[in-house]
């Protein structure tokens, strides 16, 4: 009954956190007249203070000496902070400039992108419904190349930076909230003096604008701190199976903000290149939970081979 009521509580998390993320290109609009580039420091700045005072009530601090320790680690953090303000600033630009579909289309495309990292850079091994789904998502791209009348360059550099994001992550193997920390303090310094620069330009909008819109720049450290939580809140209580399929919640949403509520063009081969996308991923989704329900038939499988463990000897008294 407690693993139910932890794995029932495990999907709501879930749910919060893909949902938030898909509904975030509702709050990027309000930020204007901000640029993406303002939006991206505040964002940084702000994270860091949210998650500063969430470090602060859960006391884990030790994790900031190991990490000042290491160098290597230290440079993957900042290499990782790197490529994740690039996805950023990027998604910020995008969703503020009428391009939500093609963005939601980056995230739809990223376990595609994963995979292919995996075989590239990790020898890994693919299925022939993993090959089958790759190919197919060459395909769409290809199509929706033709569609757009030229490469779809914000989809693949939202896919390929959160791929790489996500290769650096594994090798830090570092938790949420402490890797965000450590993220949004490396780039804290960079982006404190650009909002500095800007305003001694006169052209920072954080005080120009009013109370309302300073406030909105500020809660961008809660939109970015808040669904983190969720979703580690979700890892520990549900599985790796389970949370795979939650993450297409997001882009989902994305799309379907763009088609409907921010009225983007949806022409014929546009459709052609999304649904041999979501071909792929149902491809790709049905060889993971079938690979999951064989390894977990093997493992039932040798377990009862095995036979029950035999209870330790005792002594008589």
Known sequence: MKAENEQRTGLLYGFGAYGMWGLVPLFWPLLKPSGAIEILAHRMVWSLGVVGIMLLAMGRWAWIRDLFRRPRKLALTALAASVISVNWGLYIWAVNNGAVVEASLGYFINPLVTIAIGVLLLGERL??????AVAIGVAAVLVLAVGYGRPPWISLVLAFSFATYGLIKKKLNMGGVESLAAETALL????????????????SSFAAEGLGHASLLAATGLVTAIPLVF???AAIRVPLSTLGLLQYLAPVFQFGLGVVYFHEAMPPERWAGFSLVWVALALLTWDALRTARKNRARLEAARAAAGPVPAPATEPA
């Open 127 to 132: 299925r022939r419904a993993q090959w089958a």
């Open 188 to 203: 804290f310094p960079p982006a404190l003096g650009y909002l500095l620069w800007l305003g001694a330009q006169g052209r």
């Open 231 to 233: 979703f580690g809140a």
